[in-house]
C-alpha cells in the first residue's frame, strides 16, 4: 500500500525568502511522485513529476524537487517566494504496479505568504 | 483544449435527493477517477475506472455509484444524499500505461451540499 505523508500542514513566509514544503511517502514499487497546486476555489494543477528519470524535478513557476529514495522524501522547494505563491500544496504518489494508477493525496500544506 | 469539464460547479441538495455529477474528457485518456475533498483534508478516491466498460472502488465509494459507457465520460451518482457528502469532488484522467503517462488532469470541481 502506499500513503503520503506532508510534514507541516500550514506554512508562513515572507515574500522574497525560500520556501520549503516536506514530503516523505511509503510505496511497495518503484513511485511516480508529484506535486499539485491548488489555489482558492480552483482545480488542481500540476507544478511538477518524477518518473525514474532525473532525481532533481524542475517545475513551473521556479519550484523544484528532489527524490531520495533512500529518506523517501520528495520535498518541494523555491529559492524566492511570490504572493502569488499563496495556495494549498498537495504531495502525490502514484504506484504503478498496483492495479490501476491509482493516486494517493498527502494531506496538503497551506502555504502564506506575507509582504 | 478544454481538458477534464465537470458539471455542476456547485449544487444544493436536501437530504435523501439523487444526482449526478458529470465528467467529460477530451485527451481520450483511459484511465478516470473521482476523488472527494473535505475541508482541510486531501483528496480521497471514491471510484476510478482503466477503460470503457470497468470501474473499480476507491477508499470511499459508499453512497456513490458511478459507470464507465464511453471513454470521455465519467459519472459519478449519489442516490440518496446525506450530509456527511457535503464536499468538493473533483474529477480527473490520466493516459496511465507507463511511467511518463501517469501526470492526472482534474476538472474544476464541483462544490455540493447537502442540507
Known amino acids: 500500500a502506499q500513503s503520503v505523508t506532508q510534514l507541516d500542514s500550514h506554512v508562513s513566509v515572507s515574500e522574497g525568502t525560500p520556501v520549503l514544503l516536506r514530503c516523505n511517502y511509503s510505496?511497495?514499487?518503484?513511485?511516480?511522485l508529484f506535486w499539485y497546486v491548488q489555489h482558492p476555489n480552483k482545480g488542481l494543477q500540476l507544478l511538477l513529476k518524477?518518473?525514474?528519470?532525473?532525481?532533481l524535478v524542475k517545475g513551473i513557476n521556479g519550484f523544484e524537487a528532489e527524490f531520495k529514495k533512500s529518506e523517501t522524501s520528495f520535498h518541494l522547494t523555491k529559492p524566492s517566494a511570490h504572493m502569488s505563491d499563496a495556495a494549498e500544496y498537495f504531495c502525490?504518489?502514484?504506484?504503478?504496479?498496483?492495479?490501476?494508477?491509482?493516486?494517493?493525496f498527502g494531506g496538503g500544506t497551506r502555504v502564506l505568504v506575507k509582504p | 483544449n478544454a481538458g477534464v469539464t465537470q458539471t455542476p460547479k456547485f449544487r444544493i441538495l436536501k437530504i435523501g435527493q439523487s444526482m449526478t455529477l458529470q465528467c467529460t474528457q477530451d485527451?481520450?485518456?483511459?484511465?478516470m477517477y473521482w476523488y472527494r475533498q473535505d475541508p482541510g483534508m486531501g483528496l480521497k478516491l471514491i471510484y476510478y475506472?482503466?477503460?470503457?466498460?470497468?470501474?473499480d472502488k476507491g477508499e470511499v465509494p459508499n453512497g456513490y455509484n458511478v459507470s464507465r459507457s464511453t471513454t470521455e465520460d465519467f459519472p459519478l451518482r449519489l442516490e440518496l444524499a446525506a450530509p456527511s457528502q457535503t464536499s468538493v469532488y473533483f474529477c480527473?484522467?490520466?493516459?496511465?500505461?507507463?511511467?511518463?503517462?501517469?501526470?492526472?488532469?482534474f476538472g474544476q470541481g464541483t462544490r455540493l451540499t447537502v442540507v
Open positions: 518524477y518518473t525514474s528519470a532525473a532525481t
Open positions: 480527473a484522467s490520466s493516459a496511465g500505461g507507463g511511467f511518463m503517462n501517469t501526470e492526472a488532469f
Open positions: 485527451m481520450n485518456h483511459n484511465y
Open positions: 510505496s511497495s514499487y518503484s513511485p511516480s
Open positions: 475506472s482503466v477503460g470503457a466498460g470497468i470501474t
Open positions: 502525490v504518489v502514484s504506484d504503478l504496479g498496483a492495479a490501476g494508477n491509482k493516486l494517493t
